[in-house]
């Protein structure tokens, strides 16, 4: 609920803070005092356009600050999505305007958008009066509303929309498998063709994991083969300069040395040397000999290998992955082939799905229509005593698409006057007759879906006397639930409040302003008495006063 109210240079406003509470907040004054700049001052707060024109005379800007006590789920989901800290405590939201027409907003001391400001303003505040925001005049709400409606009155009501909810979403799963089956069997033709001629190119090539390294590896030993062999080539053509071996030409050399004649050979030890050299150069040239290379094998090695690297780079994936991509394929082929009776088998299963869906649909149907006979039987028992006696009001059901909420839309019409036609609240009703309406409406929807904290301004217009009495009444019989600001000329309104606050103008040195303050006791006697009888308090006034003070 809104607990604080901080204003500072609106309109006649220069500087004020309100403390309210639970229950019926009323505010009473003089007309001119300045209520409605309260309201401005708060709907400025919960996101409602900026207006220069707010900012008071002389003064730069303005601002409002309005703090909650708690802070709803739905709330917090917003605030979530923007980006904005939150809990379940204290929410404060604060609005700034600047003479020349700018502003900003903040929650929770964090800059926010106008935009944000009034989604969480509206789920807050439900405002009754010129600013109407109030989410009972959305027709989206009412089909929640009457569901929530139904529920406090027959416990059953929750399983019959639980049901429904589970069948439409058992039912949607189906109808989407069925939708993509469909659209890929119409693109079935142009990929079989696709799919058949890559699964049986993959298949052929036969590709395995680990096989394009195996065979990268065993060309790249090959071809170093190749190289080694030249080289060796160029080594052994070395050890035979001008086609005459080294080792025999040592050797000739040894053997001529041993025709020396004296004996013993001087040179012996060199002879044996070089024969020893000799036998040395024979045996490298031979232990130079070239391996043999298997050149086809080497060629098949090459086909093999740039075969499989030109799949992969057809593909667009690694070669070890041509093994998980023909098995893909294979599947989607086999999934077009069989796609027919899939389709044939899904088709079933969401007929029978929808089928479902519609039963419990059918089911949660009759439900609203005996809720909302209910609702209107309750509403018209109200109407009397608020001076609406001749209105009536229908909860008008009709078909919508299928969701989880069932196949029904549900719309709140009036009529205020007997022979016209009903139409949707907002455009049937105006001024006193709506604030009372939706007043009627709020109480004996009291305790469903919507804010905690209800505003009320023009309730009391054309109303007087019993009339009166009863709206206070009623006004306090919601507050009871959460909490209301209402703004009354109506003593018997006044007379209901659990707090009461008197809005008061004074005028000094030219310049106007405009005060709150909470009253109490005498104080708040004599504010009713003033309501009854004018600027002159009488005993007579103060008498009645007393009766119509309920608290």
Same mark, same amino acid.
């Given at each position: 609920?809104?607990?604080?109210?901080?204003?500072?240079?609106?309109?006649?406003?220069?500087?004020?803070?309100?403390?309210?509470?639970?229950?019926?907040?009323?505010?009473?004054?003089?007309?001119?005092?300045?209520?409605?700049?309260?309201?401005?001052?708060?709907?400025?707060?919960?996101?409602?356009?900026?207006?220069?024109?707010?900012?008071?005379?002389?003064?730069?800007?303005?601002?409002?600050?309005?703090?909650?006590?708690?802070?709803?789920?739905?709330?917090?989901?917003?605030?979530?999505? =923007?980006?904005?800290?939150?809990?379940?405590?204290?929410?404060?939201?604060?609005?700034?305007?600047?003479?020349?027409?700018?502003?900003?907003?903040?929650?929770?001391?964090?800059?926010?958008? =106008?935009?944000?400001?009034?989604?969480?303003?509206?789920?807050?505040?439900?405002?009754?009066?010129?600013?109407?925001?109030?989410?009972?005049?959305?027709?989206?709400?009412?089909?929640?509303? /009457?569901?929530?409606?139904?529920?406090?009155?027959?416990?059953?009501?929750?399983?019959?929309?639980?049901?429904?909810?589970?069948?439409?979403?058992?039912?949607?799963?189906?109808?989407?498998?069925?939708?993509?089956?469909?659209?890929?069997?119409?693109?079935?033709?142009?990929?079989?063709?696709?799919? +058949?001629?890559?699964?049986?190119?993959?298949?052929?090539?036969? %590709?395995?994991?680990?096989?394009?390294?195996?065979?990268?590896?065993?060309?790249?030993?090959?071809?170093?083969?190749?190289?080694?062999?030249? %080289?060796?080539?160029?080594?052994?053509?070395?050890?035979?300069?001008?086609?005459?071996?080294?080792? &025999?030409?040592?050797?000739? =050399?040894?053997?001529?040395?041993?025709?020396?004649?004296?004996?013993?050979?001087?040179?012996? +030890?060199?002879?044996? $040397?070089?024969?020893?050299?000799? #036998?040395?150069?024979?045996?490298?040239?031979? !232990? /130079? &000999?070239?391996?043999?290379?298997?050149?086809?094998?080497?060629?098949?090695?090459?086909?093999?290998?740039?075969?499989?690297?030109?799949?992969?780079?057809?593909?667009?994936?690694?070669?070890?992955?041509?093994?998980?991509?023909?098995?893909?394929?294979?599947?989607?082929?086999?999934?077009?082939?069989? !796609?027919?009776?899939?389709?044939?088998? %899904?088709?079933?299963?969401?007929?029978?799905?929808?089928?479902?869906?519609?039963?419990?649909?059918?089911?949660?149907? #009759? &439900?609203?229509?005996?809720?909302?006979?209910?609702?209107?039987? !309750?509403?018209?028992?109200?109407?009397?005593?608020?001076?609406?006696?001749?209105?009536?009001?229908?909860? +008008?059901?009709?078909?919508?698409?299928?969701?989880?909420?069932?196949?029904?839309?549900?719309?709140?019409?009036?009529?205020?006057?007997?022979?016209?036609?009903?139409?949707?609240?907002?455009?049937?009703?105006?001024?006193?007759?709506?604030?009372?309406?939706?007043?009627?409406?709020? %109480?004996?929807?009291?305790?469903? #879906?919507?804010?905690?904290?209800?505003?009320?301004?023009?309730?009391?217009?054309?109303?007087?006397?019993?009339?009166?009495?009863?709206?206070?009444?009623?006004?306090?019989?919601?507050?009871?639930?959460?909490?209301?600001?209402?703004?009354?000329?109506?003593?018997? =309104?006044?007379?209901?409040?659990?707090?009461?606050?008197?809005?008061? $103008?004074?005028?000094?040195?030219?310049?106007?302003?405009?005060?709150?303050?909470?009253?109490?006791?005498?104080?708040?006697?004599?504010?009713?008495?003033?309501?009854?009888?004018?600027?002159?308090?009488?005993?007579?006034?103060?008498?009645?006063?007393?009766? /119509?003070?309920? $608290?």
């Amino acid at each position: 609920m809104l607990t604080r109210l901080s204003i500072s240079n609106i309109v006649l406003i220069e500087r004020l803070n309100l403390d309210f509470g639970a229950g019926l907040n009323i505010l009473t004054g003089e007309t001119g005092a300045g209520k409605s700049i309260l309201l401005d001052a708060l709907a400025l707060a919960l996101g409602a356009r900026g207006d220069a024109g707010l900012v008071r005379g002389g003064k730069d800007s303005a601002s409002v600050t309005a703090e909650f006590d708690t802070t709803p789920a739905a709330v917090r989901e917003i605030l979530t999505d =923007v980006g904005i800290e939150c809990d379940d405590d204290m929410l404060v939201l604060r609005r700034t305007i600047s003479a020349d027409g700018k502003g900003r907003a903040w929650i929770n001391d964090c800059a926010a958008s =106008v935009k944000t400001l009034k989604a969480v303003g509206d789920i807050l505040v439900e405002i009754h009066g010129q600013f109407a925001n109030h989410a009972l005049l959305d027709g989206t709400t009412h089909r929640g509303a /009457l569901d929530e409606f139904a529920a406090r009155n027959d416990s059953g009501f929750y399983e019959i929309a639980a049901a429904t909810r589970r069948a439409y979403g058992e039912y949607n799963a189906a109808r989407k498998r069925m939708n993509e089956l469909t659209e890929m069997l119409a693109r079935a033709a142009s990929e079989r063709d696709f799919l +058949e001629h890559n699964v049986a190119e993959l298949e052929a090539l036969g %590709v395995v994991v680990g096989e394009e390294e195996e065979l990268a590896t065993r060309r790249s030993a090959m071809m170093n083969a190749e190289k080694d062999t030249a %080289v060796l080539n160029d080594a052994v053509a070395a050890l035979a300069p001008r086609g005459n071996s080294l080792d &025999a030409t040592v050797y000739s =050399v040894a053997h001529i040395l041993e025709h020396i004649k004296t004996s013993p050979n001087p040179y012996q +030890e060199q002879i044996d $040397k070089l024969y020893d050299i000799a #036998q040395t150069l024979s045996d490298i040239a031979g !232990s /130079l &000999a070239p391996a043999d290379i298997d050149t086809a094998d080497l060629e098949s090695i090459e086909e093999r290998l740039f075969a499989i690297r030109a799949a992969a780079r057809k593909h667009r994936i690694p070669a070890d992955e041509l093994p998980e991509k023909l098995a893909t394929m294979a599947h989607q082929l086999a999934t077009i082939d069989n !796609s027919d009776a899939e389709l044939k088998k %899904v088709t079933l299963e969401m007929s029978k799905k929808r089928a479902e869906f519609e039963r419990h649909a059918a089911t949660l149907h #009759q &439900a609203r229509i005996m809720a909302a006979d209910v609702l209107r039987k !309750s509403i018209l028992a109200e109407l009397p005593d608020l001076k609406l006696g001749h209105a009536d009001f229908v909860a +008008e059901i009709s078909n919508a698409p299928a969701c989880g909420a069932g196949t029904d839309n549900v719309t709140f019409m009036i009529k205020t006057n007997p022979g016209m036609p009903f139409g949707p609240i907002h455009k049937t009703a105006s001024g006193g007759e709506l604030a009372r309406f939706m007043l009627a409406l709020r %109480v004996v929807l009291a305790g469903t #879906q919507g804010a905690q904290t209800f505003i009320f301004d023009e309730i009391d217009t054309g109303i007087s006397g019993a009339t009166a009495s009863a709206v206070g009444a009623r006004l306090g019989r919601l507050a009871a639930a959460g909490q209301a600001l209402v703004i009354t000329h109506s003593a018997q =309104v006044a007379g209901y409040a659990d707090r009461h606050f008197k809005i008061s $103008k004074q005028v000094s040195n030219d310049v106007t302003t405009t005060s709150v303050c909470e009253i109490t006791a005498a104080e708040r006697l004599n504010e009713i008495a003033r309501i009854i009888s004018g600027a002159e308090i009488t005993p007579e006034s103060l008498a009645t006063a007393k009766t /119509l003070m309920k $608290k």
